[in-house]
């Protein structure tokens, strides 16, 4: 055995310590994905305020994520994801507390989850923020450390909706809440002890370990910093146009997990179980076309595969909720519908770290993250709303028919075709010498 070979598992522990972070708060949140929602429609009857209470968590998410990328390359990124991962452990614990002492309120409600979405956003940006570092060290392709990522977030849904599922019919959904904090609790533990390696300066925390040190200057102001990820992001045609793109789908997916699907397990008498089912089956199939696409990314033409596997994944779901097709079709669509949505994170995670300057990566991924995010705080109370007022099948194929205007635009726009392979971006000291 060369002495090359036997670092490997040292150069890969902060790889494999972000993935297991990343499992653990994922599955946290899948649970509270589906308890929150639930509780607020057991407790008040309402589509609407079922929509409000996400409008509540993703808007200072969305806002404090665009904002905050150049804290995290400030301040740094393992830091940062440590920080907020400990907070949100506090505020969402205090969800059960409340409840239990009957002061948890809707507004209070609202208030906790808005607290918890301003914390999620920079901790979200700092922990992508990290991906270029863990991938230098660990020495393996971009396709396959996002196929991975993505790969496990959809094998948390999978878990994660199950478990919900069966906790919020046993113990309730202001319990249920509870795992969620525990699991903040125990990602900010799992990257204190595993990312230790890649703790060096602040201005290094978003670089690869081998990249060198690219320190910004004394009088860059943070809003000098912050309009220069702008600057770089709506340059970049592929990434804006993807951000857009992105930013439809997510406002239309929100719409159908926070309410369409609550709703129509409640309407239909099929009950919270079955929302973690169709989650659970959903998040299962698509960890299997993660894992083949992290396999066999590089080998698949990029752009062909994001348009198909969006072609497979949208329009088909809300059509068969539309109609009210028996639970097993349902199921059987989320085979094929999750399998193909495996594809696609490990596209839109690999062209975007391609393209980044790795000492840009925090504040343009924050950016783009945030562009990507800032239409679901609509998302919710634009499913509450078309519930409201023209019906839970109507508002499904609505939902629906945008969802594949949008996915199948990029085949009219020649920016899309810009997502073919590269190599990394280097830093601006390469570019300059």
């Known amino acids: 055995m060369t002495l090359a070979s036997t670092r490997k598992p040292g150069r890969r522990l902060p790889l494999y310590g972000w993935l297991t972070a990343d499992a653990i708060s994922l599955l946290g949140t899948r649970v509270s994905m589906i308890a929150i929602p639930w509780l607020v429609l057991i407790t008040t009857g309402s589509p609407t305020r079922t929509g409000l209470v996400a409008f509540a968590e993703i808007t200072p998410m969305v806002l404090l994520k665009a904002f905050g990328g150049p804290v995290v390359d400030r301040v740094g990124a393992r830091r940062l994801a440590i920080t907020a991962d400990a907070l949100s452990c506090l505020v969402v614990g205090t969800i059960p507390v409340l409840h239990h002492a009957g002061a948890l309120s809707f507004g209070v409600l609202l208030g906790l989850v808005a607290i918890a979405g301003a914390l999620r956003g920079p901790g979200d940006a700092a922990s992508t923020a990290l991906v270029p570092a863990l991938v230098e060290r660990a020495e393996v392709p971009y396709e396959r450390a996002t196929g991975l990522s993505s790969a496990i977030e959809r094998g948390a849904t999978m878990v994660g909706a199950a478990i919900a599922g069966g906790l919020v019919s046993t113990i309730g959904a202001a319990d249920a809440v509870a795992v969620d904090a525990a699991s ?241 971006a280097p830093t601006r000291e390469t570019v300059a010498a």
Do not use: K
Request: aromatic fraction near 10%; charge should be neutral; glycine fraction near 12%.
């Open 184 to 424: 903040f609790g125990l990602c900010a533990l799992v990257l204190v002890a595993t990312t230790g390696s890649l703790e060096t300066t602040p201005a290094q925390l978003s670089q690869p370990s081998g990249a060198e040190t690219v320190t910004e200057p004394e009088t860059s102001s943070y809003a000098a910093q912050l309009r220069e990820g702008w600057d770089f992001l709506r340059r970049d045609a592929v990434l804006m146009s993807l951000c857009v793109m992105v930013a439809v789908t997510n406002l239309l997916d929100l719409a159908w997990s926070a309410v369409l699907l609550p709703v129509w397990a409640h309407d239909s008498g099929a009950g919270v179980g079955a929302v973690g089912l169709v989650f659970s089956v959903w998040g299962g199939a698509s960890m299997l076309g993660s894992v083949v696409a992290a396999t066999y990314g590089t080998r698949l033409p990029r752009f062909a595969t994001y348009l198909v596997a969006f072609l497979v994944t949208g329009l088909p779901r809300f059509v068969l909720f539309a109609l009210g097709v028996p639970l097993w079709a349902i199921l059987a669509m989320c085979v094929v519908g999750g399998a193909s949505s495996g594809f696609l994170n490990p596209v839109l995670g690999a062209v975007q770290f391609e393209r980044i300057p790795r000492e840009m990566v925090g504040r343009v991924t924050a950016l783009s993250s945030a562009l990507c995010w800032s239409l679901m705080p609509v998302g919710g109370v634009l499913g509450g709303v078309l519930v409201s007022r023209i019906g839970l099948s109507p508002a499904l194929l609505v939902v629906g028919l945008g969802y594949f205007a949008a996915t199948m635009a990029p085949a009219l726009f020649p920016s899309f075709r810009g997502m073919s392979r590269r190599e990394p």
